[in-house]
């Protein structure tokens, strides 16, 4: 199995960019496609973005098209969210999740391993 532990979340204002990073330990981060997923206040875990277990392959929810990039370092055993002209809806819990799948996917039911989560919080 593998740990994920997320970091780089914080408080900014609209327009700012953050970087989430997802470190992996355990079994080889390379075995597993990576998501990420965030949960506002009140509200279910959302889809934000996917990527397979080599980096070639991304999917994102389109509320975050052109302004998010995932990507993945498996010699670090990292993932990365790269967060650009943040607004004040993408405030949430954010959370990264892995998967021995193939195929990525956008259900959180899919994804078998969980980080703690990273508060991200953009004013107006």
């Known amino acids: 199995q593998v740990q994920l532990v997320e970091s780089g979340g914080g408080l900014v204002q609209a327009g700012d960019s953050l970087r989430l990073s997802c470190a992996a330990s355990?079994?080889?981060?390379?075995?597993?496609?990576m998501g990420w997923f965030r949960q506002a206040p009140g509200k279910g875990r959302e889809f934000v973005a996917a990527i397979t277990r080599s980096g070639g392959g991304t999917d994102y929810a389109d509320s975050v098209k052109g302004r998010f990039t995932i990507s993945r370092d498996n010699a670090k055993n990292t993932g990365y969210l790269q967060m650009n002209s943040l607004k004040p809806e993408d405030t949430a819990v954010y959370y990264c999740?892995?998967?021995?799948?193939?195929?990525?996917?956008?259900?959180?039911?899919?994804?078998?391993?969980w980080g703690q989560g990273t508060q991200v919080t953009v004013s107006s």
């Open positions: 999740a892995a998967d021995r799948a193939i195929v990525i996917g956008k259900s959180p039911g899919g994804y078998d391993y």
């Open positions: 355990g079994r080889s981060f390379s075995s597993y496609a």
